[in-house]
């Protein structure tokens, strides 16, 4: 069990009393009437009362509730202690049995009391040692020696009165148990020579570190002991005679050593060993060329490795190994399907805005470099990019970039350079800083890291295109020399270089693309022209043309749908692929339009329109909304509109009581903003060929109506659809009888369509609601 106390001496091995004549060895002797009991609890939680006959002091906080505020004191007799302060027997313990459940918040103490100031204080708080549900048996118990506290200083009073209780506060909350077994106070001879405490260790460089400890006696010298850590301690010290703090020298750079001390008393000897106490090493400087690609790194998923003196701080963030992670390697970025390799990556998870995670690298020494540069590649991917810094010896801040996103988790990795010439013969350590926009920031990727020359003619970085259009685009790129003329090379994806089209001695930043095809992958590749010394090539950058608006886009441009007989008989593929948004005015139901197409329909004779949207095989458009308009362009008024009324996520809408020969538009678009094709067809269900006798004896009354509908047919009425003058749906019933009554006093006077289907027939007649 862990020990604490207040005092500057913090343990004492319980066997150690045996080697000295006790003058104090008292037990408790529960149980003891002598021993009292206060505080504030629930009775029915105290399982075992040493003051009234148990033999342990047990108390069960989860029988007592989660609205039971508990605190309890268990104090002893008055115990004298003159007698072993005066055999010079100053240290005393309190030792016995203990199991315990501890939960966050509550305290179950040791305590002493101070009898000239009338007031208590820790001696020994106890950790949790089990995950005991049960405090009825005391079963599984372990031993315990308090830490010592020392009386060589005590008044007679102090001495005279003094007494040890056992406190316990749960924090007003729902806690376990424990159970404390029958104690023994103990006094014991303090040793000659006083271990020291509290090892410490500072001041660490690769090389060195300062040692340091508490001195609990009055010895002015020490041995040291320097092992590996987790290496066994010989007992031979390293460094005879040294002084508070010791500076350890000639130590291996990121290693972890133990360190153990002991007090040289001079003629009462030396005391125990005390320790260990661990610290690492810091890092060499690198003084060459460095370059870091994470390769070796360790790499896992769920929590940071520190490797290669490279440190991380902050929120979710890990080495990751992970298919197109590494550009060295010609990948394309953090996608699956591509290859292998290491990167820094900080992760979009739950999280709050302006969350920090910072990467560190070790100390570099620039001495080696004429003109040191850094470069790294980044990727930055998500719906809220947040702010990427880069800051030398974590304070000077000398590249930003925020809000930058690239189109997808596979578009290319970006390259950074920045000129470090002003830091040239310094040593310097780097920080990559990730900070998030709000809370569910992008994702942040770094990888391929060079303290390195920047070259006679310096490639550019940061390609671009924007302006993209269906045949033309703006290719952009940063200039991280003095070149005035590039060379691009351009073609289809996936452009394998020296197959496409090359254009040398281009002067215009940003350079504009024209006779493009639409709905195409291109990609480009950079190269500057310094006058005689060309750069590396850079790229590829990939972007894709527009797809051209289709015909239908607005509603002067509707593609008609023709009326079948017979359900769907003519279906029509379209797509909102290059669609716009319409400026008619929001529909009734579903999200709001975006990208969507255009429909006609002519009535037919029978004054019934169905029209449904349906699934093409392949398509990411899963989620239709339709909505119907009569009137003309640019003066449209909703009918009806429609979210999932058709097969699964597809939208069907069916218009009754229309006028013969009126045109209706078809507005259609995906719910989610996908563009892909859909199929869409339009039927009228009286046309549909039907028994003769089907509605022979069928029969409605009365008409007009003031509440009740009766209906009355030879086979069961299975469906029952009321509209209005406008064609919007009011009232449904299934009743699956010859016959129903459809209630309509809820419906307001005027003209109304019912729809009647028995079978696969369907008749529609004209009501009127007084």
Known sequence: MKKTTLFLIFSILASALSSYAQTLNQGASWPNSDWTLTGTYN???????????????????????????????????????????????????????????????????????????????????????????????????????????????????????????????????????????????????PPACL???????????????????????????WDIEIVDSGATATGNPTANGVTNPYTAMSLTAVTAYDFYVRADCGVDGTSEWVGPFTFTTECDA??????????????????????NCWSATGGSYYWESAPGTDVGSGSTGPDPSITTGNYFYVEATSGSAGDVTDLVSPLVDLAALATPTLMFNYHMYGSAIGTLDVLVNGTTNVWSLSGEQQADAVTPWDLAVIDLSSYAGQTVSITFRATRADSYAGDIAIDNVAFTELPTCPFPTGLTATNVAETTADLSWVENGTATMWNIEWGVAPLTQGTGTLITGATSNPLSLTALTPSTTYEYYVQADCGGDASDWTGPYSFTTMTPAPANDDASGAIALSVGDTLCETQVTASTAGATTSIEADADCGSTPGTDVWFSVTVPVTGEVNIEISSVDGSVFGDSVMAVYSGTVGALVEIDCNDDGGDGLYSMIELVGLTEGDVIYVRVWEYGYDEDEFSICAWSPTSLSVADNTFESFNYYPNPVNDNLTLKAQKDIENIAVYNMLGQEVLRTAPNAVNTEVNMSALQAGAYFVKVTIGDATETVKVIKK
């Open 43 to 189: 009775v029915s939680a105290l399982l075992s009362d040493p003051t009234v006959g148990d033999a342990t002091f047990s108390f069960d906080d989860d029988a007592a509730g989660s609205s039971s505020n508990d605190d309890l004191q268990l104090t002893s007799p008055i115990i004298d202690l003159t007698a072993a302060r005066d055999a010079g027997e100053t240290w005393i313990t309190v030792s016995g049995d203990i199991v315990y459940r501890a939960l966050t918040g509550e305290v179950l103490a040791i305590e002493v009391y101070d009898a000239d100031a009338m007031t208590w204080s820790v001696l020994e708080t106890f950790t949790g040692n089990s995950t005991n549900t049960d405090f009825q048996t005391c079963a599984n118990v372990e031993a315990y020696t308090s830490a010592v506290f020392d009386i060589s200083g005590y008044t007679a009073t102090q001495l005279s009165g003094f007494q040890y209780r056992f406190s316990y506060d749960d924090d007003d909350a729902w806690k376990w148990g424990w159970c404390i077994g029958s104690p023994t106070i103990a006094s014991q001879t």
């Open 286 to 307: 690198i003084t060459a060329e460095y370059i870091e690609d994470f390769e070796t790194f360790t790499t896992q998923t769920s929590a940071f490795v520190e490797e």
């Open 195 to 221: 271990d020291p405490s509290m090892l410490t260790a500072g001041n660490i460089t690769d090389t060195t570190a300062d040692l340091s400890w508490t001195e609990n006696g009055t010895a002015t010298a």
